[in-house]
């Protein structure tokens, strides 16, 4: 499910076992909801282009506060059965902390402690079944 605002939604397919697939919207709102619009989609299964992979990466994906002091919240969209690492590593590629074998399904939060952390710019890295997903650059900045 994408946005619950807004006219447009992504849907990220990644199941097909046929060369057709059908997809049913219904819009809700206040005033109650929309009859079923349904459209027949066809399905390439021996073709996958990297435009397609770009958008199933544009999902939540958000580390605050930045710059934190003692902890760094981490949220991201995940899929039934993907595994997420989350890394922090130093701007000399030094691994500082790891979150491992995360599953789960629909918006992930992790809050991670960086009391042990010292001052300084960091890279946090984001990876779905081994490979690097998001990185954000985040802050540690202790009174």
């Known amino acids: 499910m ?5 006219r447009t939604v992504k849907v990220r397919f990644t199941s097909a076992t ?7 919207v219904r819009a809700n709102n206040s005033c109650g909801s929309s009859a079923f619009s349904t459209k027949t989609i066809n399905v390439n299964l021996g073709c996958r282009t990297i435009g397609e992979e770009d958008e199933t990466e544009a999902g ?3 580390v605050y506060p ?7 919240n981490v949220e991201f969209d995940a899929l ?10 130093d701007m000399y590629g030094k691994l500082i902390l790891e ?17 042990n952390v010292t ?13 690097i997903v998001k990185t954000q650059t985040v802050v540690i900045e202790k009174n």
């Open 2 to 6: 994408g946005s619950t605002t807004g």
């Open 18 to 24: 046929s060369n057709s697939a059908t997809l049913s």
């Open 60 to 62: 939540i994906f958000s």
């Open 119 to 131: 001052n300084g710019v960091y890279i946090l890295l984001l990876e779905r079944d081994g490979a």
């Open 99 to 115: 979150e491992k074998d995360l599953k789960g399904e629909g918006l992930m939060r992790n809050t991670i402690n960086i009391e």
């Open 80 to 89: 039934s059965g993907e595994q997420f690492n989350i890394r922090l590593i």
């Open 66 to 72: 930045n710059p934190a002091a003692s902890n760094i």
